[in-house]
């Protein structure tokens, strides 16, 4: 199956990286892209043909749009006339799949993947809208393709998409944000960068692993297996409770999600 990326930025080199640890046939990919020196690089790197505009797609290829959202409508127009109901995946964050299917002169066959800054190291959450109903063949071909940067799933509603975005596609930063508060918060106590880096990243691992599978009573036990009555993390969750941080966390991502409505609506 011929796969053709429209944008070669960033996360199309990071599907390009999982395509290959996957073992997919990198001669049957083609990758559009504007800007000369990527373009070279990126046929350099995976040798692949790069070009500047594709002017031909397979009836059974498929189309992965990876530009930016205020790219999309130019990016779609340039492959209108080469459209017919080829399976076509955006990650153009915000874009809503009926408004991408009218710039594809109609095509249903759109589905809505939201991957996030870890595809880079093949460890993204993916979830993924379909606007029409897939067959298992076609639900298997997403899911390989998807599935070369990390994990991934499907969602029944496309409103769901914002939360997505608010969640795990903004997620990342939130998770650096409070490792390096950490950090911080151990070099002012005298560690050094190194010690309390290395600290704080293996506790992050250590507890998320611990957590896997728990819903919030699990969660909330695990708090209190940690927490000795009088002691240090007792201490600390005070500080916690006191100002508010799981309203205040709860009030940044509700945030994030009312911007990608925003955002999505234009």
Excluded: W
């Excluded at 940690?226 to 007792?234: N, Q």
């Amino acid at each position: 199956m011929k796969i053709y990326f429209i944008g070669g930025g960033n996360m199309a080199v990071s599907m390009l990286n999982g395509l290959k640890d996957k073992k997919f046939l990198m001669s049957d990919i083609c990758v559009a892209e504007i800007n000369e020196e990527r373009r070279k690089k990126i046929s350099e790197t995976y040798k692949i043909k790069s070009v500047e505009k594709i002017t031909s797609i397979d009836k059974e290829g498929l189309v992965i749009l990876a530009v930016k959202p205020d790219q999309l409508g130019l990016a779609s127009s340039n492959i209108r006339n080469l459209i017919g109901d080829q399976l076509i995946i955006s990650i153009a964050a915000g874009v809503k799949a009926k408004i991408i299917s009218g710039h594809l002169g109609g095509n249903k066959n759109i589905i809505r993947a939201m991957p996030n800054l870890c595809a880079s190291i093949q460890k993204s959450i993916t979830p993924y809208f379909s606007l029409n109903s897939l067959s298992d063949n076609q639900n298997k071909i997403i899911k390989d393709i998807l599935g070369s940067i990390g994990i991934c799933f499907s969602v029944d509603n496309e409103s769901k998409l914002d939360a997505v975005t608010a969640l795990s596609g903004s997620g990342p930063a939130y998770i650096f944000y409070i490792i390096n508060a950490l950090i911080k918060a151990g070099e002012s106590m005298g560690l050094s960068r190194l010690e309390a880096q290395q600290l704080t990243q293996h506790t992050i691992i250590g507890a998320e692993l611990f957590s896997r599978g728990l819903d919030s009573d699990g969660l909330e036990s695990l708090i209190k297996k940690v927490t000795s009555r009088g002691g240090t993390t007792e201490e600390a969750l005070k500080i916690f409770e006191s100002k508010g941080l799981n309203e205040i966390i709860e009030e940044a991502i509700i945030a994030a999600h009312k911007k990608s409505k925003e955002i999505g609506n234009g």
